[in-house]
């Protein structure tokens, strides 16, 4: 287990080198500078209408990866510290919903969608309090990492920049907003739809996200114009007026574009989601889990996994799941926020808020519900559903049972076929089964129920009395034997005397 690694930063920067080319600059070199991050805001922008999506639901809030995309984005700034802001337009309502448990974050309103540099404005005064430095980023854009933002932060402070841009040298920039550079240094983000040929050339491309000294963003949007292809407010046109104005603007450029890679549309969304897996099975990789295969197993990334254990294909581990060291898991297999120990063998089987011990087996084909708990050593086999039922130590329930709101003490062995009826039409009702009892196949245990320590209940039992401790309970009709009907009827059937 442990924390993420993210790999290195690979970047570009913008110094000495000719317009729309990036020269390499080390990690380290960004890394190195560490210049305390403090009177740093964050500024989401999430107003956009998501017309792409043709979704009810606000295009931030649709998931990937376990999460929502403006998850994503928030986690990414968590740890950059400061305050929060989101602007948000078209479901407003429901997106604070989702973030209502998130601390420091403040929500603003545009309400009418005119533009990158429009969006900005609901956030102003919060802005001019504040004061500082602003990250201003994209709330579809769930790929952005922290180490890349804290790279960007410095840079910007280093180079005393009124605005530092994230950028990226892509290979087909088509659509996104060029970066313009004189003597090596950005000059201005031309979109799309208004530059002109030469420009549609340059590879270096605007990733939406960026630093500024919020003074000069909100002297730049004073500025602002809708004289553009769009009629709309860009916040990328503060950039030439900050140039124009003598004040210093830099770049951070990306040499991989994975990582600004926004969402507009559903294939964009499934795109981003399996960057992110991969991005997670790496991780786990690197932190000695193997992936057998990892073009059809899922993690989100807020799954923890600890070292030598294999995850089989087609496996899905989703939400809070956790699992232990030297587990074997899949293939076949979804978790949904389960616990799992080390040395936990848990093949082609679904599970929901389960707990499962220390070296417990479970499945193929079993299926653990909220409140499941699998005992140490205890054995859950085919075809078997547990519900808010606690195994205990080296217990053993093999085939075809469910075992509902029920305690089973250590090394009970339940036969094949074994039910707890623990639902009235009205009510449920709890059993209990005392260590090392032995319940035998086909028995329905009707719950409200107790069966001893030690007792023995005979197969084929319907029982609605407690058993005490070290008795045998049968509930079974004396079986009726004929000699020689069955040999007699056929006769009379075909008319054969023998066989
Ligand atoms: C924008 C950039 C472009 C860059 C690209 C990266 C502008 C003018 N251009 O283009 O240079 O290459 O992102 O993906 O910014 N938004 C609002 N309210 C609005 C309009 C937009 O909140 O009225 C938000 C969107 O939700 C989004 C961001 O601003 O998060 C960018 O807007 P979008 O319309 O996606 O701009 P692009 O055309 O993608
Ligand atoms: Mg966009």
């Keep these: 287990m442990g924390g993420a690694r993210p790999p290195p930063l690979r970047t570009h920067r913008n110094t000495s080198h000719s317009a729309g080319k990036c020269a390499k600059i080390k990690p380290v070199d960004v890394l190195r500078f560490h210049t305390p991050l403090t009177s740093l805001s964050v500024l989401i922008l999430a107003a956009g209408e998501g017309t792409r999506m043709k ?16 998850e994503h984005v928030l986690d990414a700034v968590a740890p950059l510290g400061g305050g929060v802001g989101v602007v948000l337009g078209r479901g407003a309502e429901m997106v604070k919903e989702r973030l209502s448990a998130r601390k420091n974050v403040s929500f603003f309103i545009q309400k009418e969608r005119r533009g ?133 603007v830099g770049a951070l450029c990306l040499a991989d574009g994975d990582e600004i890679l926004g969402v507009n549309n559903r294939r964009e969304l499934a795109d981003a989601g399996q960057r992110l897996n991969r991005r997670t099975l790496d991780r786990l990789m690197d932190e000695g889990v193997t992936v057998v295969d990892p ?71 079993s299926r653990l519900r909220p409140g499941a708990v699998v005992g140490r050593d205890a054995h859950v086999g085919n075809f078997v559903e547990l519900k808010k039922t606690r195994l205990g130590v080296g217990a053993k329930v093999n085939h075809l049972s469910y075992l509902g709101d029920a305690v089973v003490g250590a090394r009970v062995n339940v036969g094949a076929g074994v039910i707890t009826c623990n639902y009235d039409g009205h009510q449920k009702h709890s059993t209990t089964i005392g260590a090392e009892a032995f319940i035998g196949s086909n028995v329905n245990l009707v719950a409200p129920l107790r069966v001893g320590a030690g007792a023995v209940v005979g197969a084929g039992s319907t029982l609605t009395k407690d058993v005490p401790a070290g008795s045998l309970a049968l509930e079974r009709a004396p079986a009726l034997i004929k000699r020689g009907w069955a040999k007699k009827r056929r006769a009379e059937k075909t008319g054969q005397t023998h066989g």
Excluded at 219 to 246: H, M, Q, S
């Design 295 to 365: 073009a059809t197993t899922y993690v989100d990334a807020t799954v923890r996994v600890g070292s030598d254990t294999v995850i089989e294909p087609q496996t899905f581990l989703v939400g809070a799941t956790r699992v232990g060291r030297h587990c074997r898991i899949g293939p076949m297999t979804r978790l949904i926020n389960c616990r799992l120990a080390d040395h936990v063998y848990l093949e082609a089987s679904f599970g929901e808020s389960a707990r499962v011990e220390t070296g417990a087996r479970v499945g193929p084909w």
């Design 116 to 248: 990158s540099g429009d969006a900005v404005r609901p956030a102003a005064r919060w802005l001019e309090r504040r004061g500082g430095n602003v990250l201003v980023l994209c709330g579809d854009a769930p790929l952005v990492r922290t180490e890349t933002l804290r790279a960007l932060t410095r840079l910007h402070r280093r180079e005393k920049n009124a605005a530092t841009l994230l950028t990226a040298e892509v290979p087909n920039p088509s659509g996104y907003g060029r970066i313009r550079r004189e003597k090596g240094r950005p000059v201005a983000i031309v979109e799309h739809k208004e530059a002109t040929p030469a420009e549609r050339d340059l590879r270096e491309i605007n990733s939406g996200t960026y630093c500024f000294r919020a003074i000069d963003l909100l002297e730049g949007l004073r500025r602002l114009r809708p004289d553009n292809a769009k009629g709309e407010y860009y916040i990328t046109d503060v950039i030439g007026f900050l140039v124009g104005r003598g004040r210093s």
């Design 55 to 70: 979704s009810d639901l606000p295009k931030v809030l649709h998931s990937v990866a376990g999460k929502a995309l403006v």
